[in-house]
């Protein structure tokens, strides 16, 4: 009996551990992110803005999101991004800029 319990719990066991995978809208570092445009942290107008916000472009890895919304639930209830969803590091601009973004592809 317990060598069947056994055998059936170790078929069951990689379900389990799919099951507890990260949210389709979750990057590991937050949120998905749409953001209207999203350049190089050197462009002049992104400089610009980092400079306004008080943020030091040396050092910054990834690309700069500029405005920039959560999204989530893709697909869901038409919640879509006509832009561009990205994953950032940094989003605590409250959507103005988000730092260390990268593209991602939500049609998978």
Sequence with gaps: MF?????????????????????????NTGPIQCCNSVQSADSKSVAGLLSFLGVAVQGLTGQVGVTCNPISGIGIGGNSCAAQPVCCKDNSFNGVIALGCSPINVNL
């Design 3 to 27: 060598a069947r319990f056994s055998a059936v719990f170790l078929l069951a066991l990689p379900l389990l551990a799919a099951a507890g995978g990260q949210p389709t809208n979750e990057c």
